[in-house]
């Protein structure tokens, strides 16, 4: 889903199923059935997520805890789905009525429900493309995912060895964009573990 450290329903260890990701999606997944198209990196993006930002915070106010820009596209230099990713923080995503019928209001279209992992509920804005990702305030995964983000700001080798990975997995067919989601899993471990075992030491 998101284009980053997006991980599996449960304990992220397998791939979703197309079972899984019938069930999660509210009304039919959108089959890819093909190559995922990246886009070099456009200085559009940050502009892009501030409107997307103050849109959001607009609608809701003091109830978004935390608005962050995530994915590759947060990363300059980096390829990506031109899809902005955002992850967003409210009092308890499991609360839709307290937040989803103000962004609907704002353009957004609730696309994912996931009860079983960390309440997770995605909605989608068409101008420009949006990944609108909902957690509960304090959650891991946003910290996971600024971490990841930081990392590759920072970092021009593993923003390197991502880019390589993604362009070479994104050549593929994919039935879902989910599939290509998952198939970055190794790497994406691979360099989170460096940028723990960093943030660990201070490093």
Not at 10 to 35: F, H, K, N, Y
Not at 155 to 171: Q, S
């Amino acid at each position: 889903m998101t284009d980053g450290p997006r991980a599996s329903p449960g304990d992220g260890s397998a791939p979703m199923s197309e079972e899984v990701l019938r069930r999660v999606t509210i009304g039919e997944p959108a089959r890819l059935d093909g190559p995922v198209v990246l886009a070099d990196y456009s200085p559009q993006w940050p502009t892009l997520y501030q409107r997307e930002a103050q849109r959001i915070r607009r609608a809701l106010g003091a109830a978004a805890v935390v608005v962050e820009h995530v994915g590759s596209t947060a990363v300059p230099g980096l390829a990506a789905k031109p899809i902005i990713d955002i992850d967003m923080a409210v009092p308890d995503s499991a609360d839709e009525p307290a937040y989803v019928p103000a962004l609907e209001a704002a353009g957004y279209v609730l696309r994912i429900r996931e009860p079983d992992w960390h309440q997770h509920r995605l909605l989608k804005g068409t101008d420009p493309a949006v990944n609108l990702h909902v957690f509960t305030a304090g959650c891991d995964e946003i910290e996971r995912n600024l971490l990841f983000r930081d990392w590759l700001r920072a970092g021009a080798a593993d923003r390197e060895l991502y880019a390589r990975a993604k362009r070479r997995l994104a050549a593929h067919r994919w039935d879902y964009v989910q599939d290509y989601a998952d198939a970055k899993t190794h790497v994406i471990e691979e360099i989170m573990a460096r940028a723990r075992a960093a943030a660990h030491t201070g490093g």
